[in-house]
DNA sequence: TTTTGTTGTATTATTATTTAATACTTCTTA
DNA sequence: TAAGAAGTATTAAATAATAATACAACAAAA
């Protein structure tokens, strides 16, 4: 506790921007709102170190502070980092205007998603029916073994690196229909590499199924994902690789990531 | 140059933080891609402070790092701090639901913006046309003076201020039609104070008009706005006022703030 | 109301961490 | 092929961050 556990051997690391940004990460769909020492806490600091840090976030404009609670919250900055990341970002100036105009054509919520990890991150969301807060949010992630789209990247993957994949990422069970069991996955991933897209049924919201096409870059990876989430109630599976999935291929196909 | 202009004299304040973010501030929409050297005069920095900086939000993962040219560009971790913040406001996860089912009813842009400073920022998108990029994007600003939100916070903003606003807060250009002139903008305002909504014909784009009615905290500021962006030539001026801005008004008015 | 505990705020001596100068390497382009 | 620009690595110096502690404000309980 005294010491460090570890010291970052490397002068170029700036041990006081790292503190900071876990503080701002430190927010979630679960803690919206934190107070000083919840926040020590979180992070793993001591109170006086959290005061340094949130204050400096305060009054740079990234943390709001309740005047009256005293905690804190993220501010309207950490949307402005998003859209200079949606700037930044080919895949999502290519695809949204294909998503956009797909949305039309099937009336359902259609969506972007690029791999971060053992999950899925939505970069684009194409809200045209009511759902769960978080399947209409930018930036939400998702775990990928239970997701469409996570799912037609695996496919994607050299063997080892599937395999591995397979078997050591992370499967919490967010629905009571969310497959946990590895070897199903498996063959989850081996059906959506002979189809081209990947399926995924009940995983994150029940009765939803959801369809996701690849988005290759220039060295063949996967580099994000189309992806489509209707009502089983309305789409009978059939149906959505008959006239979902056709669709999902073509637009995704038409997305050329030169660089 | 030798001496920094004026010293923070806050024990509390860590330099280091604010000057990683203020790289990462560096990035927006013309600037989505930076060099080490270009960072640096970007942020006012030497070369070595940019070095370590970016070294540090490299090695966290919140830039990527093109192994090429050596460029660094947002990463996803952007996006996943929108999330946070989506998550903590109120005011989006009310606006959400309601927002999906007006944009179906009227199948046109439909968004929800909040106020930040002499600008405003949009919070939600639900996008069914085809516009330009910027007009889908979460977290982008627009200047306050030339937006439909803008008009309706200054609408019901307290005298002083507004008289403040309207003679200060910034105006560009943005296209050859946006309103220039102050003394037209304060009509508009005052058009808006009288109508309960704001309205702002061809200011961002041509050809689009844009309403927005407001959503006021428990203390009687306008918190946000509910707003809807369609385009002149389907839309003429009488049908936007009859039909659209109550539709606005309504939603708006069911959005209640109780914190 | 008083007491007790919890959370947030302010101050300061100590020193670890950041700093900025400089030299080195790699890449670019003319 | 050479010159210039951009990125990388190293280091000595001291600034700026640290963490301990004391103080204040608030909330809950007696």
Redesign the pocket.
């Known amino acids: 506790m ?1 010491k ?1 556990i570890q ?1 970052k051997q490397d ?7 790292e ?1 900071g940004l876990r503080i701002m990460s430190a927010f979630n769909a679960h803690r919206t709102e934190l ?4 926040l020590a806490e979180i992070v793993g ?5 959290a ?3 949130t204050n400096t976030l305060h009054k740079t404009g990234y943390l709001e502070k309740d005047p009256e609670s ?2 804190f919250r993220p501010s309207l900055k950490f949307l402005e980092l998003a859209a200079a990341y949606m700037w930044s970002d080919p895949f999502v100036q290519l695809a949204m205007p294909k998503l956009i105009d797909l949305s039309r054509d099937l009336g359902e919520r259609v969506n972007a998603a690029r791999p971060a990890g053992t999950d899925i991150i939505y970069v684009i969301r194409i809200p045209t029916q009511l759902t769960s807060f978080a399947a209409m949010l930018i930036g939400n992630k998702v775990q990928a073994l239970s997701s469409s789209s996570g799912r037609i990247i695996l496919a994607h993957m050299g063997e080892a690196e599937r395999r591995e994949a397979l078997e050591t990422w992370p499967i919490d069970k967010i629905t009571p229909r969310t497959v946990t069991d590895r070897s199903q996955i498996a063959r989850e991933v081996e059906e959506a590499a002979q189809q081209g897209y990947g399926i995924a049924v009940n995983q994150n919201i029940i009765n939803e199924i959801g369809v996701a096409a690849p988005v290759f870059d220039r060295i063949g990876n996967v580099a994000g994902t189309v992806q489509c989430s209707v009502s089983s109630l309305k789409w009978p599976l059939e149906r959505v690789h008959n006239e979902i999935a056709p669709r999902l291929m073509e637009v995704a196909n038409s997305i050329n990531l030169l660089r």
Chains 1, 2 share one sequence.
């Open positions: 005294a460090p010291k002068t170029l690391f700036v041990g006081s921007l503190k107070g000083l020492t919840e600091m001591d109170k006086s170190a005061q340094r840090f005293r905690r």
